[in-house]
Nanobody
């Protein structure tokens, strides 16, 4: 069964940090681009970042403007894991965060507008208090 499981969400004060994890199963996440998305209450889902599959040493990462300089996505190929390190969190970052696996190895799109995602996780809630 193909699954993506997010973890690491929680409650944090503004200015704090969280690291989200995305664990693919049923397929090799290392072979696919992985995107992070979020949906705040009453708002549409938006892209946060995307990371390509890379060649084992280097990969391409893209970010939406609201999170540039604060969020970093990375891979641990040995563990088949993808992470989203979120620093300097703001109340407006409050949302359910989802990871998604693309059809291919490259991110399609840029600056938070990503397409071609095939598999989705169920999300993890991040709440940032002021």
């Amino acid at each position: 069964e193909v699954q993506l499981v997010e973890s690491g969400g929680g409650l944090v004060q503004a200015g704090g940090s969280l690291r989200l994890s995305c664990a693919p199963s049923g397929f090799t996440g290392n072979d696919r681009a992985i995107g992070w998305f979020r949906q705040a209450p009453g708002k549409e889902r938006e892209g946060v970042s995307c990371i390509s599959s890379g060649d084992g040493r280097t990969y391409y990462a893209d970010y939406a403007d609201p999170v540039k300089g604060r969020f970093t996505t990375s891979r641990d190929r040995a563990k088949n894991m993808v992470y989203l390190q979120m620093n300097s969190l703001k109340p407006e970052d409050t949302a359910v965060y989802y990871c998604a696996a693309a059809i291919g190895s490259a991110c399609i799109g840029t600056s938070g507008v990503y397409s071609g995602m095939r598999y989705w996780g169920k999300g993890t809630l991040v709440t940032v208090s002021s």
